[in-house]
């Protein structure tokens, strides 16, 4: 129960997301960020947060040429990669002869910006924004309102900010503080 925000402008991938820890009953407010940078990535989770712990302590973020298209990059090496040590760390879960996480992954990189589903399955939108979590739909609608507008030369930063208070309010499962990172150098 979450929200994650991203979106890539002038090649830089923006991302933010929310503190919430929710179950059926109960809310938490979480000290760590669910968004993250590791090595050039930006990272956003949604679900187990057990994923976001492997990302950042386990997982070795495959070497990639500097020629290399990065959505091949993404689909040969990265995807594999992660899948494996997932299940090395007794993450992924075995229903019907299907393996999955309990995650959603938002994934910032070299001004791209791609959802991992919890089957593996990754996709890069045709937008350049998206979002996941139980918060989305607010963020999505906010979004689009700012990217379709007036709004457009906002700064980048400011339109995360707005789209993950609209999913606060319209979302019982997303809370403050926010945390909003960048692949630019600075942050």
Known sequence: MTCIVGLVENGIV???GDSAA???????????????????FLFGISGN????????????????DE??????????YFVPDLEKCLLENGVLIKQNEIISSDAWVLIGYQGKLFILESHFHLSESSLNYNAIGSGMDAALGCLYGLMESECIHIDPKIKLNLALRASERFNCNVRRPFTILSTAQQD
């Open 67 to 76: 020629d290399q298209d990065i959505l091949e990059y993404m689909y040969r």
């Open 49 to 64: 947060p057990r994923m976001s712990d492997i990302l950042k302590y386990n997982f070795e973020i495959p070497p990639i």
């Open 14 to 16: 923006y991302m933010g």
């Open 22 to 40: 929710c179950d059926d009953s109960s809310l938490q407010i979480i000290r760590g960020s669910k968004v993250f940078k590791k090595d050039g």
